[in-house]
């Protein structure tokens, strides 16, 4: 579905540039032809404010090594400055699909296959919960880096007559694998330094984690990438806006000019025609003769005064041609920019429950995060974890387990106040945000919720079941990164469990 969705918007996508181009052409066709060219240089006024527009727009996003501007004709410069922002649209979208070809299947087993390896690193855990959970987790490159993980980790425990070898194999699998990839800003300078790290004899232990970080980089980058391209599309969306206004000048422009023409031809023709009976009753030759002459030379005008008049007609039809093509492209992006923006949405959706997905969580606790340590209001931070979830997936199926996390997280996200904020953490383990709580009571929400989901009566063949959480929470306090109140927060967790599981902890 996912891979439908996304050819159709690239479809789209180079449809609306094609026609952009085509504008542009026209205009470009048009300067040369026009009649009502006011122009001292080589562009009419509404053709010249539209160029501009469109040279501001682009401008600052042209690469460095992007052909001299200034060198080219300034509609050459906009096909190429458009042509780029193609390339660089194909290109993102291109490396968010290659990852359709492959099933996430095979993700998962591999992610099943690092669950039970002895070696993993502590952050493994964490990172195999965002990538089972993450919908552009069905990249190549992403699988291609978790198999290199696992090389990684074997590589770990391997003798020391292959080892070498195949250290070497997986540095130089990895520097391939950063050569491929294509992004910029922070992400390209982080894995330029993965980069040295490799060129440099690097401790086979550090591996695995050199490979983690990678798959991090790689959702970071797919991510920013697709932000990139919905903001490319708010900005050509404005621009279609601005430019069919100065269309519509134009045209009223044009318009007047015609009607005033047509009134100086009609006036004109009265009077000749009221020299002409004049004439009829004139005896003198010599006046008559004066007279014919002058006539002619004022029929020439008017002839001329005529084609000026269809030119100028044809050209006002063109105008009104573009103007509807302009508007229904409009429409056109606004469609595309709709669909990328759910697509986005859908990035920070968990699937299965509907609820924030992990990054979703990561987005809102940095957002959070940033606001308390500006106005320093009480924010908690708490993980829910399902007891003994296993047993129900063991005794009732997967499918049961499934429908007991999508109602416990409708449940949660009823108990909380709006400006409140549930993802799904992984598995079968939540995580909320509670801000501006009451510092002395804020175990009174989560009592709460805990009790609701206590109480969700589930029934699975025919029996009654009742399934508990157990919740750790803690506060911000001064000095606290994310990292650190995240921690306190999962080892209070932890020491809910081993009370006996059912209970809030709060650190
Ligand atoms: N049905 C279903 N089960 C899931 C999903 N994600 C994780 N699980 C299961 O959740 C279970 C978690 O088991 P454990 O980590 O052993 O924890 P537990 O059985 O809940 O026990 P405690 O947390 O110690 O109380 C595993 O069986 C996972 O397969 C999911 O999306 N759907």
Known sequence: ????????????????????????????????????????????????????????????????ASPEPAAAPITTRLSIELEQQLARLRQGRTRLHRAQQLTGKKLHQ?????????????????????????????????????????????????????????YHELCSRLQQLIEEFNFSGEVATELSKIQHQLSQQADATLLPGICLRLIELTIEGCRIERKNSTLFLTRLHGSLGEMQHHFAISLSEGQALFDARTHHGHHIAGELRAIGEHLVNQGSECLKEKIELRM???????????????REQSLLKRMNDMDQQIESLKNETENFK???????????IDSLTQIHNRAGMDERLEIEYRRW???????????????????????????????????????????????????????????????????????????????????????????????????????????????????????????????????????
Not at 136 to 165: I, N, R, V
Not at 338 to 348: E, H, M, V
């Open 110 to 166: 591999a992610a099943a296959q690092l669950q039970h390896s002895r070696f993993k690193p502590s952050q493994t855990d964490a990172l195999l919960k965002t990538l089972e959970h993450n919908d552009e987790g069905h990249e190549k490159k992403l699988w291609l880096l978790l198999d290199c993980y696992q090389s990684a980790l074997s590589l770990c425990t391997e003798q020391h007559s292959q080892h070498q070898a195949h």
């Open 338 to 348: 709709q669909q990328l923006s759910a697509q986005n949405d859908k990035l920070f």
């Open 1 to 64: 579905m996912d891979n439908i969705d996304d050819n159709l918007m690239l479809k789209e996508l180079a449809s609306v540039i094609d026609r952009l181009e085509n504008i542009l052409g026209r205009l470009q066709q048009q300067e040369q032809q026009s009649p009502i060219s006011i122009s001292s240089g080589a562009y009419s006024e509404p053709a010249g404010r539209l160029i501009s527009h469109w040279q501001k727009l682009f401008v600052g996003q042209l690469d460095s």
């Open 373 to 507: 340590l500006r106005y320093q209001s009480p924010l908690c931070i708490a993980l829910i974890d399902i007891d003994y979830f296993k047993d129900i997936n063991d005794k009732y199926g997967h499918l049961a387990g499934d429908k007991a996390l999508r109602l416990i997280a409708r449940t949660i996200q009823q108990s909380l106040r709006e400006s409140d904020f549930v993802a799904r953490f992984g598995g079968e383990e939540f995580i909320i945000l509670l801000n501006n709580i009451d510092p002395e009571h804020f175990s009174t929400p989560l009592e709460k919720l805990r009790k609701q989901v206590k109480n969700i009566p589930f029934r699975f063949k025919e029996e009654r079941v009742t399934i508990t959480a157990s919740i750790g929470a803690t506060l911000f306090r001064q000095g606290d990164s994310i990292t650190s109140a995240l921690e306190r927060a999962d080892q209070a967790l932890y020491s809910a469990k081993r009370a006996g599981r059912d209970q809030i902890v709060m650190d």
């Open 296 to 310: 002619r030379s004022i029929s020439h005008v008017l002839l001329q005064h005529e084609r000026l008049q269809e």
